[in-house]
């Protein structure tokens, strides 16, 4: 009999490799019945890890690290497809210049999501304070409807993932100002973290082994056969190809197919949590990453080799 499972995502467009996997069959093959369940929000999706609710899934490293920092009961096995941070800076067409971002209301996935952390980031380099000229939404389960809001002129502008950026464009509803690694000196991250809930870790060892793999099989399949990669992202979220091929050449850079941990990046991520007062102490990388898994997630030697 399978083993009836969920996968947590923090959006809807997250976990394309595991979503992948499902459909192959792959985790069917393992004796795994997984099922992708969304929480929207890197806050909102820790507390679930926590309380066992979500047994196993991924999220954003910022949120995830300060969750474990306040003493969430989960942690870190692995990267998730994403191993860098690719979120794109979507403006809404009228907005001309960042001076013309004053007094709109801007989105984020969620209030302490890793969209948020890299918004305030971004606006104070080019000169916007966060909490006086610009109003943030944290937008939970409307970010599904991140298209429709720009519409509306609810939104003017948000921190997002691919497809979301590409398919806006082409609908012409956004227009992309780039990367926020080329709109701000932010630090490098590991982006997304496969995490498991600590007491699900200690009684099924074997079973988030086996879930990993699967998505890291899946993350270098998507690799090396982009043509599949992009008719899925197509398929699979409903958008045109010619879209699906922009969100795909936006988001390769910044994958890595080994489902193994950037090392400096998550370090990083700890400073940078800690630099903006969201953990109290900087701690080692070690201490988030699960003890037994820290050979395979690449923290150590294989990090570094």
């Not at 998730?80 to 907005?95: H, Y």
């Not at 709109?183 to 982006?191: N, S, T």
């Not at 197509?234 to 994958?255: C, D, K, L, N, Y």
Request: proline fraction near 4%.
């Amino acid at each position: 009999m399978a083993i009836r499972l969920d996968y947590g995502v923090p959006t809807d467009r997250s976990g394309l490799n595991v979503r992948f996997a499902v459909e192959k069959g792959w985790f069917a093959r393992e004796g795994i019945d997984l099922d992708v369940k969304v929480v929207f929000g890197g806050p909102e999706i820790s507390a679930a890890y926590d309380s066992g609710a979500l047994k196993i899934g991924e999220l954003g490293t910022p949120p995830g690290v300060t969750a474990i920092a306040r003493g969430h009961r989960f942690r870190i096995v692995g990267s998730g497809l994403q191993r860098g941070v690719s979120l794109n800076f979507l403006v809404a067409p009228d907005v001309a210049d960042w001076n013309g971002l004053r007094g709109k209301t801007l989105g984020a996935l969620t209030l302490g999501s890793c969209s948020y952390w890299y918004l305030r980031d971004l606006l104070a380099q080019h000169g916007l304070d966060p909490d006086r000229d610009v109003t943030i939404r944290g937008l939970g389960d409307d970010y599904a409807n991140q298209l429709d809001l720009f519409r509306r002129g609810e939104i003017a502008a948000l921190l997002s993932a691919e497809p979301n950026g590409a398919l806006g464009e082409y609908l012409g509803l956004v227009r992309s100002w780039g990367d926020v690694h080329a709109l701000a000196d932010v630090p490098p991250l590991q982006w997304v973290i496969q995490v498991a809930n600590e007491e699900f870790l200690a009684a099924e060892p074997d079973l988030v082994r086996t879930v990993v793999e699967v998505t890291r099989r899946a993350s270098r399949h998507l690799a090396l056969h982009r043509d599949e990669w992009i008719d899925f992202t197509a398929a699979h979220f409903g958008i045109p190809r010619i879209a699906a091929e922009v969100a795909v050449a936006r988001e390769q850079p910044f994958i890595g197919i080994d489902g193994l941990l950037d090392r400096q990046g998550l370090e990083n991520a700890v400073a940078l949590q800690h630099r903006l007062g969201a953990i109290a102490e900087r701690w080692p990388v070690e201490r988030f990453v699960a003890e037994d898994y820290s050979g395979w997630t690449g923290v150590g030697r294989e990090a570094a080799e």
